[in-house]
């Protein structure tokens, strides 16, 4: 008999239950900046991607709601037919000028950016290389584009040119997160810039959690390692972490966008995100570029953080950005110390398998500029109470 797929989707959640690695979804009916109510709590949140306390500016809640009195919700159509508004432009305009490209163009989320441009760029017979703690979306796209896909050990540039010269002749995508989403760390990004360079392969960064955080102005984990889009010829970055709103954007040479615009299917075939949300964003745009006190209040937060930690001896993870992994090992070590720091006022959540290997379980603590020294201090106090932190 054919296997009914349903009954198959319903197994494997049960196994996941039986294995503790169920995902549960909880309702946030309330957010008040870091703070949050959740199943009837009021949660100091330290996971939120909010890094620069930029979701609830009321500059961006004006330039919505100005925007929608005037364009109503709704783009109505996908870009290419008539979803394309002023909005839109202006902050692909904006967004091209902030990271020093030719050219941006919007996509709905970070996950259809990366789909359409790797579906655009990518034949079979090619060769796509990536770290292996690359977002899923990174993977997802090169097996959507159905090329020969290889994985390098963790920023290991020597491990990403032995793959890269398994096919010296054939046409090659690097491509890499900036900054690691479940590690915090940044990639090597000049080095692995230098490596495409000489073995002519296009390089591709996903600056999902760097964009608004690093660099002078927040230009992102590129424009901090002195890279240009000579050296990096594919950027793409995210609009609901730093920038607090949705939405996604690639970035590149004229010819890169033009060729998106006509191949990328999930640009073509998909609704325009709302304008309104577009003006939101723009704004937010510009607080991130002229406010560089968030980044200073960010980074004085990160510094105290990983300082407290070392005096307490936490297990936390290297890592400079505002995501500080503190690792756990064992996945229920980590699901209940989520769960005792609930108890206590703070939301922190576990991060279990399969979204991080086996054993190396964790929680993800972020940082954000809306945070206080304060709060910070009563987070350390109450991970070091943690039965489950000790040495991995």
Not at 197 to 206: G, K, P, S, W, Y
Not at 305 to 329: E, K, V, Y
Not at 374 to 379: E, K, N, P, S
Request: hydrophobic share 45%; aromatic share 4%.
């Amino acid at each position: 008999m054919r296997t009914d797929l349903l009954t198959r989707l319903a197994a494997l959640a049960q196994q996941r239950e039986q294995a503790g690695l169920r995902r549960r979804l909880h309702t946030v009916t309330r957010a008040d900046g870091m703070w949050v109510e959740r199943d009837g709590r009021r949660l100091l949140s330290f996971c939120s991607n909010d890094y620069l306390g930029l979701a609830q500016h009321p500059s961006l809640i004006d330039a919505l709601k100005r925007a929608a009195d005037e364009n109503g919700v709704g783009s109505g159509s996908a870009h290419l037919i008539s979803g394309h508004r002023s909005a839109h432009a202006a902050l692909e305009e904006a967004l091209a000028a902030w990271t020093g490209r030719e050219r941006a163009l919007l996509f709905s989320t970070g996950y259809m950016a990366n789909l359409g441009v790797m579906q655009a760029l990518l034949q079979r017979d090619d060769l796509c290389a990536q770290d292996k703690l690359n977002h899923a979306c990174l993977l997802d796209g090169a097996q959507l584009a159905g090329c020969e896909l290889k994985r390098y050990p963790h920023a290991d540039v020597e491990g990403a040119a032995r793959q890269l010269r398994t096919r010296p002749d054939a046409a090659a995508l690097l491509a890499t997160d900036g900054v690691f989403s479940m590690d915090g760390d940044i990639a090597p990004l000049g080095e692995l810039a230098a490596l495409c360079h000489r073995e002519n392969a296009t390089f591709m960064v996903d600056d999902a959690h760097g964009l608004g955080v690093l660099g002078a102005h927040g230009e992102g984990s590129v424009s901090a390692a002195g890279l240009s889009q000579h050296d990096v010829p594919v950027l793409m970055a995210t609009l609901g972490k730093a920038l607090g709103c949705s939405g996604a954007f690639v970035a590149g040479s004229a010819s890169l966008i033009d060729g998106l615009v006509q191949a990328a299917r999930t640009y073509i075939y998909t609704t325009a995100m709302p304008p309104a949300l577009a003006a939101a964003t723009l704004a937010a745009v510009r607080l991130a570029q002229s406010e560089t006190w968030r980044r200073d209040q960010l980074q004085a937060l990160i510094a105290r953080f990983r300082a407290g930690a070392a005096q307490l001896g936490l297990p936390l993870m290297p890592s400079s950005t505002a995501i500080q992994p503190l690792l756990l090992g064992d996945a229920q070590a980590a699901l209940a110390a989520s769960e005792t720091l609930q108890q206590q006022g703070f939301l922190v959540t576990a991060i279990r398998p399969p979204t991080v290997p086996p054993g190396k379980a964790r929680l993800r603590i972020t940082l954000s500029a809306a945070h206080q020294e304060g709060q910070v201090d009563r987070l350390l106090e109450a991970l070091s109470r943690l039965p489950a932190v000790g040495p991995v």
